[in-house]
């Protein structure tokens, strides 16, 4: 079993910027990828960010040149840097770890970006 700690939600004004962390603990063995989603109210969850255990990442077109995904040296970490954030940036931002065959995610942080 993998739990997932997700830190770093909060409010913000536009063109502001936030950083998620995500620590992944428990019976770890092989972890394939890490990634960030994203749910706003009312639509589906989207993928934001997401990076592989050999460093190849991929963004949401809407994110690109905004948003920066990164793994911490223990690479059971996973952040999520954001600049330039807009209002529709807002949402409830979930980590996901993908581990020997199964996707874990995390509780969901809300990120709020308001003047």
């Known amino acids: 079993q993998v739990q997932l700690a997700e830190s770093g939600g909060g409010l913000v004004q536009p063109g502001g910027s936030l950083r998620l962390s995500c620590a992944a603990s428990?019976?770890?063995?092989?972890?394939?990828?890490m990634g960030w989603y994203r749910q706003a109210q009312g639509k589906q969850r989207e993928l934001v960010a997401r990076?592989?255990?050999?460093?190849?990442?991929n963004y949401a077109d809407s994110v690109k040149g905004r948003f920066t995904i990164s793994r911490g040296n223990a690479k059971n970490t996973v952040y999520l840097q954001m600049n330039s954030l807009k209002p529709e940036d807002t949402a409830v931002y979930y980590c996901m770890v993908a581990h020997w065959g199964n996707d874990y995610w995390g509780q969901g942080t809300q990120v709020t970006v308001s003047s």
């Open positions: 990076i592989t255990s050999g460093g190849s990442t």
């Open positions: 428990g019976s770890i063995i092989s972890i394939s990828a």
